[in-house]
C-alpha cells in the first residue's frame, strides 16, 4: 500500500501529498547506490558494479519494467554498452552522477537521503516543501 507523504511549502505556503515511487536497476544484495527524487519522491537504487551474469539474470526477471520507461531504458543500454566494453566477466562501476528521474522526468535524481532536502514545491517550483506528517516517517519502510 502506498504511503502518502504530506508538505507544505515555506515559501507559499502550498500544501501537497506525495505518494513514493521505488524503482530499482541491477541487482542490489552486494552493495547499491540510492538516488532521490525531490520533486516527486521517487527512489531509485542502482547496483554499485555490475558483472555480464548477474545482469543477465536481473534482465530476465526486470526487462519488463524497463522497456515502458524510455529513461530507465536508456540507462539499461548505456549498462548493455559498459558491459559489452568489459573482458568477459569482469564487473563494470555504474558511476553515474546524474540522472533525470525516470518518474517525473522533470527534475534531477539527488544522491542525497530521503529527508535531507527539501521537496521542490509544484506550485512555486523552489525547494521549500516540509514535511507536516513527520510521525509518518518513522514507520515508512524502505525498499
Ligand atoms: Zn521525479
Ligand atoms: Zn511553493
Request: glycine share 4%.
Amino acid at each position: 500500500m502506498p504511503l502518502g507523504f504530506e508538505y507544505r511549502c515555506d515559501a507559499c505556503d502550498y500544501e501537497w501529498m506525495l505518494f513514493s515511487t521505488g524503482l530499482s536497476i541491477g541487482p542490489t544484495q552486494w552493495g547499491f547506490r540510492k538516488f532521490t527524487c525531490f520533486s516527486c519522491q521517487t527512489f531509485l537504487s542502482i547496483s554499485k558494479t555490475i558483472d555480464r551474469n548477474s545482469w543477465k539474470v536481473w534482465l530476465e526477471n526486470n526487462q519488463s519494467s524497463l522497456i515502458n520507461n524510455t529513461l530507465l531504458n536508456e540507462l539499461k543500454v548505456e549498462i548493455d554498452r559498459r558491459l559489452d566494453n568489459a573482458r568477459g566477466l569482469t564487473p563494470v562501476k555504474l558511476d553515474f552522477n546524474s540522472m533525470r528521474c525516470p518518474t517525473c522526468q522533470k527534475d534531477d535524481l539527488l544522491e542525497l537521503p530521503f529527508g535531507e532536502h527539501p521537496m521542490r514545491c509544484p506550485q512555486c517550483l523552489t525547494l521549500s516543501g516540509n514535511s507536516i506528517n513527520n510521525d509518518r516517517l518513522s514507520i515508512y519502510r524502505f525498499e
